[in-house]
């Protein structure tokens, strides 16, 4: 698909919705840069997990901010973009089960958000990217030409997030992936700074029932729409 004109596309929603596999489809068809907010945060709380930064602690958190150098990188082996923390490649390690159960707290804070929104700004100046997360549509990049807002039956979820997991943890239970995914939804939409909420000119895609070619077709109508004839 030939694209001139580049826009900004923001894909905000649930945990496990599928957002990233729709955003990395979109930038792949449209030869767009695909940005993983989420990997953003996820590497920050790597980080303070392993230095063990007392976030409550506001002026700890500040200090721990200005040690932290967050970028993608391409893989021409794996074909996608990969986040490096401080020059190591943490693309793996921060989807870890220990690093989900901390992330949504950490992301709540505001030092935190402003930090990454900061960043993710300015990856879009150029525009001609694709950014997945929870506030991008309303808080980042909130003239975006095209917001979607991802949603998906919480029991088809549950089992997409535990078949992820239990092909790197086989340990893991259905229980603690649903539990997990609960509390996230719940600090995601009620933290005071950028809560997880739909934009007012967002398009809604429900792929509770849908499978990946079909998300994308429907996705890719919506660019064609938003771009100039």
Same mark, same amino acid.
């Given at each position: ?79 996608? $973009? +990969? =986040?490096?923390?401080?020059? /190591?490649?943490? #693309? ?9 159960? !901390?992330? $949504? +707290? =950490?992301?709540?804070?505001? /030092?935190?958000? #402003? ?9 879009? !100046?150029?525009?001609? =990217? ?100």
């Amino acid at each position: 698909m030939a694209v001139k004109k580049k826009i900004i596309i923001t894909i905000d929603g649930w945990s496990s919705c599928g957002k990233s596999t729709v955003a990395k489809q979109l930038a792949k068809e449209l030869n767009y840069v695909y940005i993983d907010s989420g990997a953003m945060y996820r590497a920050i709380t790597l980080y303070f997990l392993r230095n063990h930064i007392d976030w409550p602690n506001t002026e700890e958190v500040k200090e721990a901010l200005t040690n932290i150098q967050l970028d993608f990188r391409y893989n021409d082996h794996s074909q996608q $973009s +990969e =986040i490096f923390l401080n020059d /190591e490649n943490v #693309e793996y390690v921060i989807r870890d089960l220990v690093v989900a159960e !901390k992330v $949504s +707290e =950490i992301a709540a804070i505001r /030092e935190v958000r #402003e930090f990454a929104v900061k960043q993710q700004q300015s990856m879009g !100046k150029k525009k001609g =990217i694709v950014m997945d997360g929870r506030d991008i549509g309303t808080v980042v990049f909130p003239n975006a030409e095209l917001k979607i807002f991802m949603t998906a039956d919480n029991a088809v979820r549950v089992e997409r997030r535990f078949k992820e997991l239990y092909e790197k943890n086989p340990n893991v239970t259905i229980e603690e992936v649903k539990n997990n995914l609960e509390m996230r939804d719940y600090i995601d939409s009620n933290r005071e700074v950028s809560p997880l909420r739909q934009a007012e000119d967002a398009l809604v895609l429900d792929n509770s029932k849908l499978t990946m070619p079909e998300q994308l077709a429907i996705a890719l109508n919506w660019v064609k729409e938003r771009l100039p004839a």
